[in-house]
């Protein structure tokens, strides 16, 4: 029997420069960060509430993503103008300003370092 979603694993080039990204201008907090494998690949696990989120080394990832519509990464918030104007303040690329979607709540898109795309939402209340 399927559970549910235990976490989202993003894989980089350079993760602990994407972790730093997350953590300093998206405001993730890091719970750990983990040395894997014989290579010293790394390994930082945020402490997200819900499925796990985790950014890790990768051999076979070079340079930025070729589709990042693909797969996005929701990032739930309390309160989107804030932190929307906090990503903004911090130069975080956007590609979407806030939007609403109806009986859902409120999206707005931007880029991270490797060029995936990530969204902040603000899901209305039930």
Do not use: C
Request: hydrophobic content about 35%.
């Amino acid at each position: 029997m399927i559970k549910g979603i235990d976490g989202v694993l993003l894989s980089s080039e350079n993760a602990r420069k994407l972790a730093d990204f997350y953590r300093e201008k998206v405001g993730l907090e890091l719970a750990e960060e983990y040395e894997m494998g014989d290579k010293g690949e790394n390994y930082f696990d945020f402490k997200m509430k819900g499925a796990g989120f985790g950014i890790m080394d990768h051999s076979d990832i070079k340079g930025k993503a070729k589709d990042p519509k693909r797969l996005l990464i929701n990032i739930e918030v309390d309160d989107i103008d804030k932190e929307v104007a906090r990503l903004k303040k911090n130069k975080v690329k956007v590609i979407q300003d806030k939007y609403h979607v109806e009986s859902y709540g409120w999206i707005a898109t931007f880029e991270d370092l490797d060029g995936n795309y990530f969204q902040l939402v603000q899901v209305r209340a039930s």
